[in-house]
Structure formats: C-alpha cells, structure tokens
C-alpha cells in the first residue's frame, strides 16, 4: 500500500496564495499517477487536479483551471499544489491521492487530509 502524508493547509484571505505538499512512500512502489481532491461539507469529493508523469500535462478541475498549479517531484515522490487567487468556494479538505505499480500489481493509497479556509 502507498503511504500519503498532505501538509500545507491553513486559513487564507480570499485572492490569497497557499502551497500543499503530499508525500508519497512504499516498498518498491513506482508511483506513476498522483492526483489532489477535495471534499467541503455537505459536497462530494471532487477531483482537483491530477498528473500521470512527466510527459503528461496536468489535468484540472473546471473550478480551479487558471489558478491552481499541480506538479510533480518525481524522484521525490513528491506531488504540490500552488493554489493562487483563492475563493471562499476553494474552502475544503484537500487529499492527496497517489497510485503506482508493486510486485504485487497496482497499489493505491490516501492522505489523511488537510483542511484549507479561504475566509475574510
């Protein structure tokens, strides 16, 4: 199973900037495809933006197109999510998802969440 650990998450003023990070880790796991969700209260969880490797451009959720930036560490296992010109709309538990090949076949695993405000 991949472990996923998010961090970066805080209370923000709309218009404002914040920058999540997600780890990636497991025994002899290449991580090919990582991805960030989001889930606000009473709403579905839903896909942010998402990125397959290096040749891949990020795909983005229409909500967040032109203001979200996702990239990838892929050495790192690292994936970021630069978040600019934030909306109250953008307030959520954002996750860190992350998916990949191990001896055993395809493994997936999930963050624990962390929660982002966007508030004045």
């Known amino acids: 199973q991949v472990q996923v650990v998010e961090s970066g998450g805080g209370l923000v003023q709309p218009g404002g900037s914040l920058r999540l990070s997600c780890a990636a880790s497991?025994?002899?796991?290449?991580?090919?495809?990582m991805a960030w969700y989001r889930q606000a209260p009473g709403k579905q969880r839903e896909l942010v933006a998402e990125?397959?490797?290096?040749?891949?451009?990020?795909n983005y959720g229409d909500s967040v197109k032109g203001r979200f930036i996702m990239s990838r560490d892929y050495a790192k296992n690292m994936a970021y999510l630069q978040m600019n010109s934030l909306k109250p709309e953008d307030t959520a538990v954002y996750y860190c998802?992350?998916?990949?090949?191990?001896?055993?076949?395809?493994?997936?695993?999930w963050g624990q969440g962390t929660q982002v405000t966007v508030s004045s």
């Open positions: 990125l397959r490797n290096a040749d891949s451009a990020p």
């Open positions: 998802n992350a998916n990949g090949d191990s001896e055993a076949g395809r493994v997936t695993g």
């Open positions: 497991g025994f002899m796991i290449n991580i090919y495809h």
